[in-house]
């Protein structure tokens, strides 16, 4: 079988699957990535919706799998619902069409499978107290006992999440082969199917924390870390990579996450006999008595993080703000006062780990194998921490990271290094060591270019063996999309934020009353998608909001029951829905989405950019708001049949040279001429009725 004979017309796909229609553009891409594969190449792949990539790359996937037994494959999506629709639906749809058997696994993270263990004591220790166990706690225990998975997505909706996460795996918790259930152990039957696939789905997340593990650890990529070994990634949804990539790659210092490691080291467990593990793990001692002495100097070393902590939250103060990107002013200012209390933990941090790490047998008795490990890697852990805490000490300039102070989950702050630039990070940690890594994306080029995207994910490095391709959807664009562009439009600025709220509020009403509803309107701020909503509520029906309370799939679920129901919203929104059909007939997209300029990361990557001479504006704002803008855009058409309407009201996107760059990047769609603030109802009635 070749690819064209798979995906032309009357092939292999379209004998499976009675809905399948030949897509030039699928078949396009699928090329592409077979030759990379074969080739051990890596490709960028800008894929619009409805081209089918999900197939364009499984297909070449599976064929070389069942040509060549000895490569494994990780496709990494952004989503666990992206991962489940892989693995439980189109994976095997492609299989049955092509007459191949791949084994394939999905692993998701730790915390997302039951554990059976922590669910029967609490079970049992329930029962032992002679209290009944109630109707959800019944139908809880139902689902356990008929689920082959055990994990978190699994779980019916009617029971809720609290019931799961009470119970979930922990590496803290665990107690490995000692454990009475390991047989059944949902977590390590899904490593095990992991080890034994050639295909494996998972997240990015998992994807990058096995990258970074390795690179710490000095494991090959033929070893197996927190992935089983690997040697080509398919990575969905590729547009996410410098954000996690900014988030997995950071290193992270605060007393929350030292003090949580020095509280599993010393607090007593039924699993220890009701002994910490340091106790527990006396007879395993190099030198006899070190436990107690390490127990001293983790009780001393608690003192030392709660005093440094006060010393960093006074130095912020002044702030007020939850995230702080450290300057060289900041160092001068209050760098003699943190260094003592600073190098001092740091010392201690190191001395404490290293005595861990090199206290215990080498050979420890089989039994208790599974816990010298363990204790080892809580040393590692603080060695670690003194790692990071030194090197924010020791900060002189903005070079390879960022330094910036963030609020922790206990309201302390935390100090953040993450990367300058994450393309050297991915290079190194990732992309060089493997034959093939694919990126497939609905938005991924700017002005038709590749190069933004190819300095944030590690090809920039590898340009030489990158191939790219730009395959368009096969949607009708121009007959079913019309964008709306007011020449008076309002443009954005900060100094007219009241007026311009007004504005919005005005062309927002009138632009959802000309459609009858089926409106996202989608804000970059949520004082303003408030304000323009306690203005509309009373005169737009039915209208939804976004709000802290609301889970986004509920309120998304509210929204795609109602035909005529509009809701307004920000962040998560402007990417991942799905509302095909008349719900969604008109996008509204408030101002062009520009990252807030004042973040430690926007702020600190901006002025590293401008002090090499380049525009940080041009070279990173500007791409970021323009593959933002193309992913709102990319929530109306999503079928053949779709029809809609986006209206983009901020002015600035036809006033501003950057502008003809940002519409040369979206579809080419329906874009009328004569288009003002009073005519936009009247266009978007005839458009759509």
Request: net charge negative; aromatic share 8%.
């Amino acid at each position: 079988m070749d690819i064209d004979s798979i995906f032309s017309p009357g092939g292999a796909l379209e004998a499976a699957l009675p809905s399948y229609s030949f897509r030039e553009g699928q078949l396009e891409m699928a090329e592409l990535v077979s030759g990379a594969l074969s080739d051990h190449a890596h490709a960028i792949i800008e894929a619009g919706t409805g081209t089918g990539k999900s197939f364009a790359y499984l297909v070449p996937v599976i064929l070389s799998i069942a040509s060549d037994r000895s490569r494994r494959f990780v496709i990494a999506t952004s989503t666990i619902t992206l991962q489940k629709q892989l693995y439980d639906k189109d994976i095997p749809l492609v299989m049955d069409a092509l007459g191949l058997e791949v084994e394939t696994a999905v692993l998701f993270g730790r915390g997302n499978y039951l554990c059976l263990r922590r669910f029967m004591d609490a079970r049992n220790e329930k029962s032992a107290r002679g209290e009944e166990r109630t109707d959800m706690e019944l139908k809880f225990e139902a689902w356990v006992t008929e689920t082959e998975t055990g994990v978190f997505q699994n779980l019916p909706a009617d029971v809720p999440p609290d019931f799961f996460f009470s119970y979930s795996c922990d590496d803290k918790d665990c107690l490995g082969y000692r454990c009475p259930f390991v047989s059944e152990c949902f977590y390590y039957s899904a490593r095990r199917n992991a080890q034994k696939a050639r295909l494996i789905v998972t997240n990015h997340h998992l994807l990058l924390l096995d990258a970074k593990n390795r690179d710490e650890a000095g494991l090959s990529f033929d070893e197996d870390a927190v992935l089983p070994g690997y040697s080509a990634v398919i990575m969905d949804e590729a547009h996410h990579i410098e954000a996690e990539a900014t988030d997995v790659m950071s290193r992270v210092y605060s007393s929350y996450h030292a003090g949580r490691i020095l509280d599993y080291l010393t607090r007593k467990e039924k699993r220890f006999g009701s002994a910490s593990i340091i106790d527990f793990l006396s007879t395993e001692e190099k030198e006899r008595g070190s436990g107690k002495a390490l127990k001293d100097a983790i009780a001393h070393l608690r003192t030392m993080l709660g005093q440094l902590d006060r010393i960093i939250a006074l130095t912020l103060a002044s702030s007020g703000e939850k995230e702080v990107l450290f300057t060289p002013e900041y160092y001068s200012l209050h760098g003699e006062t943190i260094r003592p209390s600073g190098e001092a933990i740091a010392a201690e941090l190191e001395r404490i780990g290293n005595s861990i790490a090199s206290g215990y047998s080498d050979h420890p008795a089989e039994s208790n194998e599974i816990f010298v490990d363990l204790i080892r890697r809580y040393g590692s852990s603080l060695s670690l921490q003194a790692d990071v805490l030194r090197d924010w000490l020791g900060f002189s300039r903005w070079d390879d990271e960022i330094p910036y102070s963030r609020e922790g989950y206990d309201g302390k702050p935390e100090i953040h290094l993450a990367p300058m630039n994450t393309g050297p990070v991915l290079s190194r940690t990732l992309v060089s060591h493997l034959d093939s890594m694919i990126f497939s994306s609905a938005t991924l080029s700017v002005n038709g270019s590749f190069q933004y995207f190819e300095k944030r994910s590690g090809l920039w490095e590898e340009k030489e063996r990158v191939r790219t391709g730009i395959f368009p959807s096969p949607f009708e664009y121009r007959k079913n999309l019309m964008l709306l562009l007011p020449a008076d439009g309002s443009a954005y600025s900060n100094e007219n934020t009241a007026e311009y709220t007004e504005y919005v509020s005005r062309a927002v009403g009138e632009a959802i009353e000309a459609a009858g509803g089926g409106a996202l309107v989608l804000f970059t701020s949520k004082k303003m998608m408030n304000a323009v909503y306690s203005s509309l509520r009373d005169r737009i029906s039915p209208l939804l909001i976004q709000d802290d309370r609301t889970p986004r799939a509920q309120l998304l679920e509210a929204f795609r029951k109602g035909e005529d129901t509009s809701l307004l919203a920000v962040s998560s929104f402007w990417e991942g829905i799905d509302a095909p059909g008349s719900t969604l007939r008109l996008v509204i997209i408030v101002k062009i989405p520009f990252t807030v300029p004042s973040t430690p990361i926007v702020k600190a990557r901006s002025a590293a950019i401008d002090k090499s001479g380049a525009s940080s504006f041009m070279e990173m704002v500007v791409p970021e708001a323009t593959l933002r803008l193309k992913q709102g855009l990319g929530r109306l058409i999503r079928t053949e049949t779709d029809r809609g309407v986006v209206l983009i009201l901020d002015g600035r996107i036809l006033r501003k040279s950057y502008g003809r760059l940002m519409i040369s990047s979206l579809p080419d769609c329906y874009i009328p001429e004569d288009v003002t603030i009073s005519s936009i109802g009247d266009k978007i009635e005839r458009f759509l009725y």
